[in-house]
């Protein structure tokens, strides 16, 4: 019997670009920056910013689009723009804006701007400051009441997750992964964390103590390593669960230099960066970051001893840290108010007393 013939011929495509497209064109018509020749040009910065890399590193510039630059800096609380180049709106352009500019954007000193001008798009960055106590740029949009104003900010949460902002009030997660969509916000879980950490500060300092840990926890968020964090109650030091590690014999008040800071102590300025700086430091070691709920730095390097029991238990999905994550939860309402884990490919969870 005769083997039946191959079927030969290209095989049948099947994208969802046109999709993104239309979603697209959506998002500028209600941003007041509507033409069809820019969808096809935003949805490549969106795809492209998803999963950002240079030389295999991720970066996450925030990128902002608008009709004027000098009232979209302003707005933004930007200073000295820097053009860089100019294109027509294709993803040609945007792809050499974000090569050319996005290394220039690490730390949240700079932004990336894409300005629309009548030949096309110019492009360039301009000056941001990421000290912890002031509002980003996308917190100053949330609260622009300036309806005129023809803006929307783009920014990586999380690898395949966007944040785009309007000026007009618009803002939009963005998922471009076919996983399944978290109800929780990745921003919603850092403030969970931030919330507990800070839970127990005077009122008047709240808000501010907050802050700096929101903005120094989503700059971590960011970063290629994976978290784990603990908030013991107020007034607490240590707790049974940790047995080896870094535990401070004086821990470090976060909030006195934050109130120096606000009473009109400029030379605190510098105070309240450096605090930022190690506490970025201390989650990007191993083990446990120990914070506490009056805003108090207590360790870090910290380690737990887990019980036989959690080792023998099968299928349980992910690995140490995870594992670890599981054991703080046991305890929280216990010795501890809080536990934090974000995983090395950015999976996050926040467990709360």
């Not at 239309?22 to 998002?27: H, K, P, R, S, T």
């Not at 004086?250 to 309240?272: C, K, Q």
């Not at 036989?308 to 309402?333: I, K, M, N, Y």
Request: with cysteine; hydrophobic share 45%.
């Amino acid at each position: 019997m005769a083997r039946p013939a191959l079927i030969q011929g290209s095989p049948e495509v099947l994208s969802f670009r046109h999709l993104l497209t239309d979603a697209v064109q959506g998002v500028l018509t209600e941003a007041g920056l509507g033409g069809s020749e820019m969808a096809d040009a935003l949805g490549e910065l969106i795809v492209t910013l998803s999963r950002y890399r240079e030389e295999g590193e991720p970066l996450f510039p925030m990128v902002f689009l608008g009709d004027d630059l000098g009232a979209m800096i302003t707005m933004l609380g930007g200073q000295g723009p820097i053009a860089i180049g100019t294109g027509p709106r294709t993803r040609e352009t945007i792809q050499r804006a974000l090569k050319q500019c996005a290394p220039l954007g690490q730390g949240r000193w700079w932004a990336l701007y894409l300005w629309l001008v009548p030949e096309g798009l110019s492009y360039g960055i301009f000056r941001t400051d990421p000290f912890p106590l002031l509002e980003t740029p996308f917190e100053r949009m949330s609260r622009n009441e300036d309806r005129s104003l023809h803006v929307v900010g783009l920014l990586q949460l999380a690898e395949n997750v966007i944040e785009l902002r309007g000026a007009s009030g618009l803002h939009k997660h963005l998922y471009l992964s076919g996983a399944r969509v978290d109800p929780v916000p990745p921003t919603a879980t850092l403030d969970e964390l931030a919330q507990a950490a800070t839970a127990d500060v005077a009122a008047p300092l709240r808000t501010p103590a907050r802050d700096f840990y929101r903005h120094v926890l989503f700059e971590v968020m960011q970063a290629s390593h994976g978290t784990l964090v603990a908030v013991l109650p107020k007034a607490r030091g240590n707790s049974a669960l940790f047995v080896d590690g870094i535990l401070l014999s004086e821990p470090l008040d976060t909030v006195a230099p934050i109130a120096r800071f606000l009473a009109g102590s400029e030379a605190e300025a510098a105070t309240v960066r450096s605090m930022a700086q190690l506490l970025r430091g201390m989650m990007a070691t191993d083990g446990i970051t120990v914070l506490r709920s009056d805003g108090c730095i207590v360790g870090y390097n910290v380690f737990i001893r887990h019980p036989e029991t959690l080792s023998r238990t099968p299928l349980r999905v992910g690995g140490a840290r995870r594992r670890t994550f599981d054991v703080l939860c046991g305890s929280v309402g216990g010795d501890l108010a809080a536990a934090f884990f974000r995983s090395q490919d950015g999976a996050l969870a926040c467990r709360r007393a």
